[in-house]
């Protein structure tokens, strides 16, 4: 019973909805052909007036205009051909189509007549009674009838010209009357005849001009304007015809609308009853039971103790919604035992946290007295361990003194010292490096003088070995780096004299490039004993070195000389990776940013 209403008042909204489209559609239509007739009239006004216009001036613009107001209102014409309301007034608008091609067709004639009339007008002012007057002085007239004659004459081109100009017919009867005058006292002479045909010639000229005045003007004046007027006509035709159209079907929407309007009070009146009617019935059915079982809900959840669930007996949905809550006061009492024993994790949680803490604390403690220490014992050992390098190396600028075996002693001490004093700053750096207090001044700098002074420092090196020295720059010599010059000679120093220290003959070679705009690439290379594919993962680490067997030909480092380039590398926002065959060689890649943003120091 309640669907009956809404089905009801579902049916009239659709029937309302499809008749108010409907209206809408048939409104815009007769919209539209008002909207074409009106600009139809009033192109059609526009253009009988510039036909005025082009009659009176012979304005270029007027034809002009006229002729895209015929293209505009023929266009016009087709839009209201296609309307498919207007089908069967056909005949109204083939007539209008009709009137527009015949105005068309007469506008032509008129731009034909009155180019034809400037012609004749041009050919009848050059031909004046001046030409006429020499052939007058010869007749054998008395001098005052030869004036009369030039007088007439001169009076009749006055009067034609005047009618040129504002066309009154009191001209024309004048210039007939003046041309008559002189014939006839050439005639009563008995004068020539030739004088006599050419001021006929003369007046046909005249008159021949004033009919062609008068054809177009009369075209424009009652032709074409009848043509505009019945175009009017038609036009105001479906004009009414629109309005009328309009209003009827308006009126056929209203009473649509109106008798909608009562099936949609009916369909009220009764769905109100039942809205009144129903909501007793489901009170009692539904509402209530579900107001018990809501308050049992809520006491649950304020974590309240019920003994018992209302309507559980119940094989309803009243009765599925009875065992849900009692489901729910299941859940609730294992919510709250899980909660007690979250809390107690969550204490348990604090105190570990609390403790890591600490632990942190003291790690962190532990680590900044390391590197004190480290920093205060490696001032402590090159201070002295310099004085030994300083005086060995004084020593041995005295030969003389001494003999082989003593100088081959203090060039022992002078190397090992040296070795020492490099394994000292390594030891330093690394600590520096894991404290993060390793500190880079950025500056720009030319990357080839660098380069130079790297390779003059281990020139003496790569000499003592007999290994040749390949140096490549393909960037500028002017090419400006930004970094740190200090650092980037101790990564490329670290490099190269790894690649001497294990190349016993064949050459060492520094190749620089420029693969992008942003970065520089060096490539340090040798032909020297290379590494096994099973340590290139131990390159980089720590204290790491190679076989023994390597070590027992080539000697011990402190295997920290790859850690730091890798350490210092990444400071520089560079990357560093190798490649090598065994027996083969070695390659290590250093890719350097050209410019380094002082924020990613």
């Keep these: 019973m309640l669907t009956l209403p809404l089905l009801l008042l579902g049916f009239s909204s659709y029937s309302t909805h499809k008749d108010f489209n409907q209206a809408t559609v048939n409104a815009n239509?007769?919209?539209?052909?008002?909207?074409?007739?009106?600009?139809?009239?009033?192109?059609?006004?526009?253009?009988?007036?510039?036909?005025?216009?082009?009659?009176?001036?012979?304005?270029?613009?007027?034809?002009?205009?006229?002729?895209?107001?015929?293209?505009?209102?023929?266009?016009?014409?087709?839009?209201?051909?296609?309307i498919e309301?207007?089908?069967?007034?056909?005949?109204?608008?083939?007539?209008?189509k009709n009137h527009?091609?015949?105005?068309?067709?007469?506008?032509?004639?008129v731009v034909d007549?009155?180019?034809?009339?400037?012609?004749?007008v041009k050919k009848y002012i050059s031909n004046t009674p001046e030409a006429l007057a020499l052939k007058i002085q010869a007749l054998s007239l008395s001098a005052s009838q030869k004036q009369t004659i030039k007088n007439l004459l001169e009076q009749a081109q006055s009067h034609s010209l005047s009618y040129l100009l504002n066309n009154y017919q009191t001209h024309l009867t004048h210039f007939k009357k003046n041309i008559s005058e002189a014939i006839k006292?050439?005639?009563?002479?008995?004068?020539?005849?030739?004088?006599?045909?050419?001021?006929?010639?003369?007046?046909?000229?005249?008159?021949?001009?004033?009919?062609?005045?008068?054809?177009?003007?009369?075209?424009?004046?009652v032709v074409m304007a009848g043509s505009a007027r019945e175009i009017l006509y038609f036009s105001d035709t479906l004009s009414e015809l629109s309005k009328k159209t309009s209003k009827s079907q308006?009126?056929?929407?209203?009473?649509?609308?109106?008798?909608?309007?009562?099936?949609?009070?009916?369909?009220?009146?009764?769905?109100i009853f039942m809205a009144l009617i129903t909501p007793l019935y489901f009170f009692w059915l539904i509402i209530k039971p579900i107001q018990k079982i809501t308050h049992v809900l809520t006491e649950l959840s304020k974590g309240k103790d019920i003994e018992r669930i209302p309507g559980l007996e119940r094989g309803d949905e009243i009765g599925l919604l009875a065992k849900?809550?009692?489901?729910?006061?299941?859940?609730?009492?294992?919510?709250?035992?899980l909660l007690q024993q979250a809390e107690n994790s969550i204490t348990v949680q604090q105190k570990l946290n609390k403790e890591l803490s600490e632990a942190k604390h003291q790690a962190e403690k532990s680590l900044s007295v390391k590197s004190d220490f480290l920093a205060n014992m490696s001032h402590e050992l090159r201070t002295p361990l310099n004085s030994v390098i300083g005086y060995t190396v004084r020593l041995l600028k005295k030969t003389d003194d001494f003999n082989t075996r003593q100088i081959s002693s203090l060039n022992a001490i002078e190397r090992n010292g040296k070795h020492l004093l490099a394994m000292i700053n390594d030891i330093l750096d690394l600590s520096k490096i894991e404290a993060d207090k390793l500190e880079l001044r950025f500056e720009n700098f030319v990357l080839h003088n660098l380069c130079e002074n790297v390779i003059d420092q281990l020139q003496a090196s790569y000499e003592a070995k007999n290994l040749e020295f390949i140096f490549e720059f393909s960037p500028p010599k002017d090419f400006i780096v930004t970094s740190d010059p200090i650092r980037l000679s101790q990564v490329l120093i670290n490099l190269i004299s790894n690649a001497i220290k294990y190349t016993e003959q064949g050459w060492v070679k520094l190749s620089i490039s420029q693969p992008d705009s942003q970065y520089i690439k060096f490539i340090i290379s040798d032909s020297g004993i290379g590494i096994k594919k099973e340590d290139m993962?131990?390159?980089?680490?720590?204290?790491?070195?190679?076989d023994s067997d390597t070590r027992f030909h080539i000697g011990h480092g402190t295997g920290l000389g790859l850690a730091i380039v890798d350490n210092v590398s990444r400071l520089l926002g560079a990357s560093v990776s190798a490649s090598s065959e065994y027996n083969q060689g070695s390659s290590f890649t250093v890719i350097l940013p050209i410019t380094h943003l002082a924020s990613s120091t």
């Design 113 to 120: 007549n009155r180019t034809r009339l400037e012609v004749l």
């Design 100 to 109: 527009l091609n015949d105005y068309k067709i007469n506008f032509n004639t």
């Design 29 to 82: 239509a007769q919209a539209n052909i008002l909207m074409l007739t009106t600009l139809l009239q009033h192109d059609v006004i526009d253009l009988q007036r510039n036909a005025f216009i082009y009659k009176d001036s012979a304005s270029h613009s007027a034809a002009k205009k006229i002729t895209a107001l015929h293209i505009r209102l023929d266009t016009t014409l087709k839009k209201l051909q296609a």
């Design 537 to 546: 993962h131990r390159l980089f680490k720590r204290f790491e070195q190679l």
């Design 185 to 221: 006292i050439l005639k009563i002479n008995n004068q020539k005849t030739i004088l006599i045909d050419q001021i006929n010639s003369h007046q046909k000229d005249f008159l021949n001009i004033v009919n062609l005045k008068r054809n177009y003007t009369y075209l424009i004046s």
């Design 250 to 271: 308006q009126k056929r929407t209203t009473d649509k609308v109106n008798n909608q309007k009562n099936i949609i009070f009916y369909a009220v009146t009764f769905g």
């Design 85 to 96: 309301s207007l089908h069967s007034h056909h005949e109204n608008l083939n007539s209008m």
């Design 324 to 337: 849900s809550a009692d489901i729910f006061k299941a859940k609730n009492e294992q919510t709250t035992d």
